[in-house]
Nanobody
Framework: QVQFVESGGGLVQPGGSLRLSCAAS????????MGWYRQAPGKQRELVARISSGVTGYANSDKGRFTISRDNAKSTVYLQMNSLKPEDTALYYC??????????WGRGTQVTVSS
């Protein structure tokens, strides 16, 4: 069964850092480009960053602050977030990019940036 398990979120002050992890199972992880998504209250889910075979891409608002990486041996994708801003507050999820497993979203990990 396909499963995505996100972790690493928390409460952090503006300017702080967090490292998110997402462990995937039930898929041949190395075959998929992976993405980190976030959804803030009252807003649509948006793609934050993506990674395929060593190629990364970021939303304009995150360029230079976020770094996505992956470990295919561990079927895990990471998101290093630096210089966090209050507007980064959201529930963060991972899935493939483009979204292949729309019925298998994980619970997400909450990131709250506040002083």
């Amino acid at each position: 069964q396909v499963q995505f398990v996100e972790s690493g979120g928390g409460l952090v002050q503006p300017g702080g850092s967090l490292r998110l992890s997402c462990a995937a199972s039930g898929i041949i992880f190395s075959r998929y480009a992976m993405g980190w998504y976030r959804q803030a209250p009252g807003k649509q889910r948006e793609l934050v960053a993506r990674i395929s075979s060593g190629v990364t891409g970021y939303a304009n608002s995150d360029k230079g602050r976020f770094t996505i990486s992956r470990d295919n041996a561990k079927s895990t994708v990471y998101l290093q977030m630096n210089s966090l801003k209050p507007e980064d507050t959201a529930l963060y999820y991972c899935n493939t990019d483009p979204i292949t497993f729309d019925d298998y979203w994980g619970r997400g990990t909450q990131v709250t940036v506040s002083s």
